[in-house]
């Protein structure tokens, strides 16, 4: 049974720092490429932050870049998403993704809440 479990979402003030992880579990984790999803209330979900599968290339979307590190632990089947210098506006549910470029299979995490707010 495939499972990708988020956790390490909750409350934090503005330029404060949370740690995200996702286990995944149910399939052949370093075949895929890992991502990180986001969506806030009334907007479209949008890629956070993505790491591929065996080289670990990693790439961000422009909203976090220089803020947010993706990484993996293959050994571990786990991702994580160190988050920094916090804003309101990175407030949203956040979303653990994981996609085999070769197979097509595509997974998706139940999410976990980050709110950023005085």
């Known amino acids: 049974q495939v499972q990708l479990v988020e956790s390490g979402g909750g409350l934090v003030q503005p330029g404060g720092s949370l740690t995200l992880s996702c286990a995944a579990s149910?399939?052949?984790?370093?075949?895929?490429?890992m991502k990180w999803y986001r969506q806030a209330p009334g907007k479209e979900r949008e890629l956070v932050a993505a790491?591929?599968?065996?080289?670990?290339?990693?790439n961000y979307g422009d909203s976090v870049k220089g803020r947010f590190t993706i990484s993996r632990d293959n050994a571990k089947n786990t991702v994580s998403l160190q988050m920094n210098s916090l804003k309101p506006e990175d407030t949203a549910v956040y979303y653990c993704?994981?996609?085999?470029?070769?197979?097509?299979?595509?997974?998706w995490g139940r999410g976990t809440q980050v709110t950023v707010s005085s």
């Open positions: 993704n994981a996609l085999n470029p070769y197979s097509g299979g595509n997974y």
């Open positions: 149910g399939f052949t984790f370093r075949m895929y490429n």
């Open positions: 790491i591929g599968n065996t080289v670990g290339s990693t």
